[in-house]
């Protein structure tokens, strides 16, 4: 185990923010890149800020402005993102180079960005705590019949790049 994770407390979305907890269970979700898809409402700033407003009883487009997400949420949610990056839940580095990784290689976290591309997603490191991040997103009913139309959005397209080049997936 490397000393990082060794080195930290156990966290439950109780321990996080209402963003973070956004945020991470929206990760948690799977979808594909909105690059990828070819459709920019699949950006994990916009799913992110449409769950965030009816978590907290807002119109979907609260913290949009047209088809882009409100500046100061993108600041806020970035500022969550590093913070979960910190904490270890989640990883906005680079992942290790594909090669044998040495025991001084498992010591270090990767260097995280100066910001954040909402195209590129980070990597999950503590899978329990996103995946009941997850869940609590599914049990809000004002959140759901959203974040299920996005999620069939992005299983659309997983499909079809499947059918493409399964090769991809093996």
Same mark, same amino acid.
């Given at each position: 185990?490397?000393?990082?994770?060794?080195?930290?407390?156990?966290?439950?979305?109780?321990?996080?923010?209402?963003?973070?907890?956004?945020?991470?269970?929206?990760?948690?979700?799977?979808?594909?890149?909105?690059?990828?898809?070819?459709?920019?409402?699949?950006? *994990? /700033? +916009?799913?992110? #800020?449409?769950?965030?407003?009816?978590?907290?009883?807002? &119109? $979907?487009?609260?913290?949009?402005?047209?088809?882009?997400?409100?500046?100061?949420?993108?600041?806020?949610?970035?500022?969550?993102?590093?913070?979960?990056?910190?904490?270890?839940?989640?990883?906005?580095?680079?992942?290790?180079?594909?090669?044998?990784?040495?025991?001084?290689?498992?010591?270090?976290?990767?260097?995280?960005?100066?910001?954040?591309?909402?195209?590129?997603?980070?990597?999950? *490191? /503590? +899978?329990?705590? #996103?995946?009941?991040?997850?869940?609590?997103?599914?049990? &809000? $009913?004002?959140?759901?019949?959203?974040?299920?139309?996005?999620?069939?959005?992005?299983?659309?397209?997983?499909?079809?790049?499947?059918?493409?080049?399964?090769?991809?997936?093996?």
């Amino acid at each position: 185990m490397n000393a990082h994770r060794a080195s930290r407390s156990v966290l439950h979305a109780a321990d996080l923010s209402l963003l973070e907890r956004t945020y991470l269970g929206v990760l948690d979700l799977g979808m594909v890149t909105a690059r990828v898809a070819g459709d920019p409402s699949l950006r *994990l /700033d +916009r799913v992110t #800020a449409v769950c965030m407003a009816l978590r907290q009883g807002h &119109d $979907a487009a609260t913290l949009l402005d047209g088809d882009h997400v409100q500046e100061q949420f993108t600041g806020e949610l970035i500022a969550a993102i590093f913070t979960l990056d910190d904490t270890g839940a989640i990883s906005t580095g680079p992942p290790p180079p594909d090669s044998v990784i040495s025991p001084e290689d498992l010591q270090t976290r990767p260097v995280r960005p100066a910001t954040i591309d909402f195209d590129h997603h980070p990597r999950i *490191l /503590d +899978r329990y705590l #996103a995946h009941e991040c997850m869940e609590e997103l599914f049990r &809000d $009913a004002r959140v759901y019949p959203f974040l299920m139309g996005k999620y069939q959005d992005s299983g659309e397209v997983w499909a079809r790049l499947y059918k493409e080049r399964p090769e991809r997936f093996l």
